[in-house]
DNA sequence: CTAGGGTTAG
């Protein structure tokens, strides 16, 4: 520390004592040497804006730093006579990134501010506030914004479009969007982002084209989002280009637009250009190799998920949750029992709290594997209470071993939980039916009409040409369905010869064989399939993406195509991949 | 001292 006196003061020294100072504190190593800085300021007899200035890089140090002290740096500012705006800025945004919820709100610091009218919140204060902002408060700071002299600063108005997309307003997002005067390249991976947070891929998509057309360049951040978005459409051929485009344009890519671009491939079908972009990644991070394992996973390639994980804890990489849960759910889909229940125990050792979908993973396991037994006493062994899912899950391996005993009780139970689930009286249904129940069967379809409820109709979509066509159950609105028909019919009549017998037990209605079998025909995968092989020749793989479970017929009808037509066909399932060649599938008929 | 991105059960 300098010695001074006060005497000699010029604006010189001061400069260099407030230097000094937010050196000292800068390099800090602990709370305990900065309380001594701090009573050291206290004592000294400094200038009063040599001793505010210090006192701000106190409580922020206090505030953000990883040794710091949220709790000790709002007493310093509550206890200071004249807290600089600074100050209050640092305290905000340290309690909105706090990990412990904190007892002040940075929200009501913000009123507090404005109540007593000094210091004056400026755009840096409103940013930090919006951050940790309910949607009711976010509000309030929104017309706040809109009556200071802040409406037209590019950083608020970006933080607000942010505000409201985390809040799932999307239209609000896009109203202070479409209203901002000048667009940066900030603004517009905003927004992007925000229609993908809430799976409006192709909305996203089109605000992409829009941001080429205004002529703003993207960066890594923003191809980050408009990749996520390819993957969850299943747009293979969308996420070829951009991936082209990122090259050409030599946008960089880092550890986060490799970790989507993995995750991009691996959710289009093609988890060797997955792998590809993996292996080129110079530093993989936790969740780049997460992304990696669960993409084998639910390519159904559960000896590469092994070695993979194996692979990332020998480079020292600590499996987070996720990887687990990974490895879980690859164990599951390849029925590799033990080896599932060797990586549960690892999952129990390494500290990490299970979650319910870690949870849900094992009783699939179980499941998959037939071991209804081993399932049951799982879910009753556990420490949280069975949520829907694993229910249903539980419930599907029921309908397949025909467990009436087990699944009747478990179906109840389902509907005790989740009485409004059109989904869960559904399956139910078909569980009866697979159970030759007709009776029980009908009585819940009638309940189900007298509440009203409607399931989600399967829809399969296939990308030709660039252009996405979405085909829904028994729609022929297609106008080239005159030709759909005519391909299922030749279809149906090779599969036919080939002895394979229509498996009616995935219609819901009671009515006779021959309806189902044409209820079957009417399958939206199906009719994407058609469609596929109507519009594309061998060797291009046929790729469909399905809103629903592909049916146990739909399943055998596609094998066989794959071998008479010679045709590969790739199918993405609500859970999984299915890569149908030769005959076979490679989820090996365990879904 | 401001704004934006990546993995997650059936």
């Known amino acids: 520390m300098i010695p001074f006196h006060s005497a000699f003061y010029s604006k010189d020294l001061e400069k260099e004592e407030e230097e000094t100072i937010a050196s000292l504190i800068r390099k800090c190593p602990n709370m305990r040497l900065l309380r001594q800085i701090h009573s050291h300021i206290i004592t000294r007899p400094l200038p009063i804006s040599t001793f505010s200035f210090s006192l701000s890089k106190i409580i922020s140090f206090c505030a953000l730093s990883p040794l710091g002290n949220i709790q000790y740096a709002q007493k310093l500012l509550f206890q200071s006579p004249n807290p600089n705006i600074f100050s209050f800025n640092s305290l905000i945004r340290g309690l909105s990134q706090s990990q412990i919820t904190p007892t002040t709100q940075p929200f009501s610091i913000f009123k507090h501010l404005i109540s007593r009218g000094h210091p004056h919140p400026n755009t840096y204060t409103i940013a930090f506030v919006l951050k940790s902002c309910s949607g009711f408060e976010g509000q309030q700071v929104h017309s706040r914004v809109m009556r200071s002299g802040f409406a037209s600063s590019s950083f608020l108005q970006c933080s607000l479009v942010d505000f409201y997309a985390k809040c799932e307003e999307i239209e609000c997002a896009r109203k202070v969007f479409d209203e901002m005067s000048e667009r940066n390249v900030i603004a517009w991976s905003v927004m992007i982002s925000g229609y993908v947070k809430i799976d409006l891929f192709n909305e996203a998509l089109g605000l992409f084209g829009d941001m080429q057309k205004a002529g703003v360049v993207p960066d890594e951040v923003t191809m980050a989002s408009v990749v996520t978005a390819c993957g969850g459409l299943g747009a293979l051929d969308v996420g070829k280009w951009v991936h082209a485009y990122i090259k050409k344009r030599k946008i960089v890519i880092d550890t986060k637009l490799s970790t989507a671009l ?4 691996a959710k289009c079908g093609c988890i060797e250009r997955a792998k590809e972009v993996f292996d080129e990644m110079h530093v993989k991070d936790s969740r780049a190799w997460s992304s ?3 993409g084998f996973a639910i390519h159904g390639l559960a000896e590469d998920a092994l070695s993979i994980f194996a692979s990332m804890e020998e480079s020292k990489v600590k499996p987070n949750q996720v990887a687990f849960l990974g490895v879980l759910q690859a164990c599951a889909h390849g029925q590799l029992v033990s080896e599932g229940q060797r990586h549960w125990t690892s999952l129990l050792e390494s500290g990490i709290q299970p979650s319910i979908e870690h949870y849900s993973c094992m009783v699939d396991l179980f499941c998959r594997a037939n071991l209804l037994q081993e399932a049951y006493a799982f879910i009753k062994n556990m420490p949280v209470e069975p949520d829907p899912v694993i229910w249903r899950t539980f419930l599907v391996a029921c309908k397949k071993n025909k467990n009436m005993e087990k699944g009747e009780l478990v179906g109840q139970q389902l509907l005790k939980l989740e009485p409004f689930n059109p989904e869960n009286y559904a399956l139910l249904s078909s569980f009866y039916a697979a159970c030759s129940q007709w009776s029980k069967m009908s009585h819940l379809r009638k309940q189900m009409r007298d509440k009203g409820f409607k399931t989600v109709p399967g829809c399969s979509s296939i990308e030709v040409d660039g252009i996405v066509h ?24 090779r599969v036919g010869s080939l002895g394979h017998k229509p498996n009616v ?13 044409e209820a079957l025909c009417e399958h939206s995968e199906r009719l994407a399939i058609a469609y596929g092989m109507l519009k594309t020749n061998a060797p291009v793989v046929i790729r469909i ?4 479970r592909v049916c146990e017929d739909c399943h055998e009808v596609t094998k066989i195509i794959s071998k008479v037509y010679d045709r590969e066909i790739v199918v993405r399932d609500r859970v999984r991949f299915h890569r149908f060649v030769g005959g076979t599938c490679s989820c090996k008929d365990i879904w």
């Open 470 to 493: 979405e085909f829904v159950l028994g729609d022929w609105s297609h106008p080239e369905s005159k030709e759909i028909k005519e391909v299922l019919t030749d279809v149906m009549r």
């Open 505 to 517: 037990s995935g219609v819901l209605h009671h009515v006779g064989d021959e309806v189902k079998e």
């Open 292 to 294: 990696m394992i669960v």
């Open 262 to 265: 993995i995750n991009m491939y």
């Open 545 to 548: 993406v399905k809103n629903l």
